[in-house]
Nanobody, 117 residues
């Protein structure tokens, strides 16, 4: 059974930083993409950032220049460094991993980030 274990999150002030980490336990073969999504209250889940197994990165326009996604080659893990946080970054952040041609997909349980003064 595959599980994505997320860590990080919590309360931050505007302008602050937050680091999220996600690692997979269980057996995953040939993953294609790992990413972070977020869901704000009353809104749909949206992509924050993703990275492919080849290192190709995609950021949402709303976080470009403030967020860095990275993967750990020794294990199936992805990190999200968020800087210059704004209140609009508030939401539940979910880690995601999927296989080639969407052969599989797993989600983390979500971790809350609240940006407020």
């Amino acid at each position: 059974q595959v599980q994505l274990v997320e860590s990080g999150g919590g309360l931050a002030q505007p302008g602050g930083s937050m680091r999220l980490s996600c690692s997979a336990s269980g057996s995953i073969r040939d993953w294609y993409l790992m990413g972070w999504y977020r869901q704000a209250p009353g809104k749909q889940r949206e992509l924050v950032a993703s990275i492919t197994t080849y290192g190709t990165i995609n950021y949402a326009d709303s976080v470009k220049g403030r967020v860095t996604i990275s993967k750990e080659n020794a294990k199936i893990a992805v990190n999200l460094q968020m800087n210059s946080l704004i209140p609009e970054d508030t939401g539940v952040y979910f880690c995601n991993v999927r296989g080639f041609s969407h052969s599989f997909e797993y989600w983390g349980q979500g971790t809350q980030i609240t940006v407020s003064s």
